[in-house]
């Protein structure tokens, strides 16, 4: 058996707490990350303002209020429309398939220069998928941009 020793002087003492108290606020910090989603910025939009804050971070400048609040039934799994529509998704990030069948919220908004709309559809207070429809000589749609900062 091997037994060290040592003798605590004051500055070790420091050190050793120091230590204790960095770990013990990195566990905290982890914590919080969980809890809070791991700064996964399409979970907790919660309300309009941080719907629209979210957009903004996008690149996307929209009317404050949204112009549509609705409750729609994505497709079922073996519905042409529901893969069409999860290609786009699934190209920003987003999969719908695991809500094929379910209801989720849609939230439409006006894009400010009035050249379109912004679709986001959510689960909860996930944001799940979302699409921007512009309208010019012809109608065209595209995923949604993804965030600059949030």
Do not use: W
């Amino acid at each position: 058996m091997v037994i060290f020793t040592t003798k605590l002087t004051r500055g070790k003492k420091l050190a050793l707490a120091a230590g204790a108290i960095g770990l013990i606020l990195i566990l905290v910090l982890v914590l919080v990350l969980v809890l809070r989603g791991g700064g996964d910025p399409t979970k907790g939009l919660n309300t309009n303002a941080e719907r629209v804050a979210y957009l903004e971070a996008c690149g996307l400048r929209v009317e404050p209020e949204p112009i549509q609040t609705q409750e729609v039934r994505v497709p079922e799994a073996d519905s042409q429309l529901l893969e069409q529509y999860n290609h786009l998704q699934t190209q920003q990030g987003f999969d719908l398939s695991a809500y094929a069948g379910k209801r989720v919220k849609r939230y439409v908004y006006r894009l400010q220069n009035g050249t379109g709309e912004v679709c986001m559809l959510f689960s909860g207070s996930r944001l799940i998928g979302g699409d921007v429809t512009l309208q010019g000589d012809e109608t065209r749609m595209q995923g949604l941009p993804i965030p600059e900062q949030i």
